[in-house]
């Protein structure tokens, strides 16, 4: 699918952690400047390290953006799903996107809890008409199960590779902005094509939210 550069477009990219918005589609917002991009990112936001370098990372992309500070510890405790979609709806603008790109309920990765919390929560949210956009994109990756390092399905709606110059860009910022080393998980991983499942309407993605029932 070619996406149309020309025609400028309010978006929000919902994200549980600092980086992630570089990670899955960092290219894609570096492609659109023209686009007006709104990047909330739900963790983290008192981490003394990460915040600066998130909003460091904004200014590259051209995007604003705002973090909150849900619980983001190492044992990963489910979230309570309603102070998960208030900590949404408190941090997104209160307007109609014209696209809302966010996770995979089934997360880009073997696995983590908070990505697939997300996108459960922002599918919810837009099926229950309290966040409004025109269309919603969930990051398309899967790892095999932890076989190998996440990568773009190539079967997904949307499969867009980046040029060179795009992910060059895309990569200096996880490798120099945030400052993750070239053998990191985070290096290894920057993907070099971008893809997405898009939803048109939230019936749709709901009914597929549905159907992939709950992860445990």
């Known amino acids: 699918m070619k996406m149309n ?19 899955w589609t960092g290219g894609t917002i570096l492609s659109h400047p023209s686009w007006q991009w709104f990047i909330v990112c739900l963790c983290r936001g008192k981490d003394k390290e990460r915040a600066p370098k998130f909003y460091k990372a ?17 044992e990963q405790t489910p979230l309570d799903e309603k102070e998960l979609e208030r900590a949404i709806l408190d941090l997104l603008p209160l307007k109609h996107f014209d696209l809302i790109i966010s996770h995979n309920p089934s997360g880009e990765y073997t696995r983590h809890i908070r990505h697939e919390e997300v996108s459960k929560a922002v599918i919810k949210l837009w099926h229950d008409g309290k966040i409004s956009t025109n269309e919603l994109w969930t990051f398309a990756y899967e790892d095999g199960n932890k076989e190998y390092y996440p990568r773009p399905i190539k079967t997904a709606t949307i499969y867009r590779t980046l040029t060179k110059r795009i992910w060059l860009r895309k990569y200096s910022i996880i490798t120099e902005t945030y400052g993750f080393e070239e053998s990191s998980f985070e290096a290894e991983t920057t993907p070099r094509a971008e893809s997405f499942w898009q939803f048109i309407n939230s019936y749709s993605a709901k009914k597929w939210l549905d159907n992939i029932g709950d992860l445990v």
């Open 5 to 23: 550069s020309e025609i400028s477009k309010s978006v929000a990219v919902i994200i549980a952690h600092p980086d992630d918005e570089t990670l």
């Open 58 to 74: 904004l200014k590259i992309l051209k995007s604003d953006g705002i973090m909150g500070d849900l619980d983001d510890g190492p």
